[in-house]
């Protein structure tokens, strides 16, 4: 015996069929999408991969280690400390070293475990291969006795032709700090350093403020 549907229902019916048909996937439209999104991983791949090569290359330039230094640098000059006169603190510089102390970081403060929170920092050059400079950072702390002492040194930057430093004292520019327990206003860098087979010159002032 046929059942009739009413023509109300009719359309319900049809749409049913269609969702039903259309719950799975055929064997190529799976195949299909493997293969989008292979393509699509592999271009990402790709890219990073691109991206991490180019980043390592930029970060072992020299332009990519001045901008380093001059963190650090600005850091360092901004932190520096001198006290009363005839004390041990002092700011000590001339036109390719520096010497003075400065006062730890925040974070170094939150996580040292009885260490005294000022240090005593020296740039310096010194003449390396082919004729060319390089400059070095020591730290150390500064209370801790002479015998107990870590010396922490590294390379800042090489390849230099030439590297100055000067300081401002509110009225000019000095080749030599003669003050010894009053800060400079200002410091300025002067780097002259050889890239592949050009020379790259750099000016630049960093005060206090």
Same mark, same amino acid.
């Given at each position: 015996?046929?059942v ?26 799976l ?78 403060? %939150? #996580? @040292?475990k ?7 920092? +020296?740039?310096?050059?010194? $003449?390396g &291969?082919?004729? /060319?400079?390089? %400059? #070095? @950072? ?8 002479? +015998?107990?002492k870590?010396? $922490?040194? &590294?390379?800042? /930057?090489?390849? %230099? ?37 050009r ?11």
């Amino acid at each position: 015996m046929k059942v009739k549907l009413k023509k109300s229902y009719l359309p319900l019916v049809m749409l049913e069929k269609r969702i039903s048909r259309k719950k799975s996937f055929t064997l190529l439209e799976l195949i299909l999408a493997v293969a989008i999104y292979s393509v699509i991983i592999l271009v990402l791949v790709s890219g990073l991969n691109l991206s991490l090569k180019v980043y390592k290359r930029m970060k072992d330039s020299e332009v990519f280690r001045v901008g380093d230094f001059l963190d650090e640098f600005s850091s360092d000059f901004r932190s520096s400390y001198v006290f009363v006169k005839n004390s041990p603190i002092k700011f000590i510089a001339s036109g390719n070293s520096l010497k003075f102390i400065r006062v730890s970081s925040l974070s170094d403060n %939150l #996580y @040292r475990k009885g260490e005294c929170e000022l240090k005593t920092v +020296e740039y310096l050059l010194a $003449k390396g &291969e082919n004729n /060319l400079w390089t %400059l #070095y @950072r020591k730290e150390r702390l500064f209370f801790t006795p002479s +015998e107990k002492k870590k010396e $922490k040194q &590294e390379e800042i /930057l090489n390849s %230099l032709l030439s590297f100055r430093f000067s300081y401002f004292d509110g009225k000019g520019w000095k080749s030599v700090w003669d003050s010894p327990y009053k800060l400079p206003c200002a410091v300025r860098v002067e780097i002259k350093l050889k890239r592949d087979k050009r020379i790259e010159a750099l000016s630049t002032v960093i005060d206090r403020i």
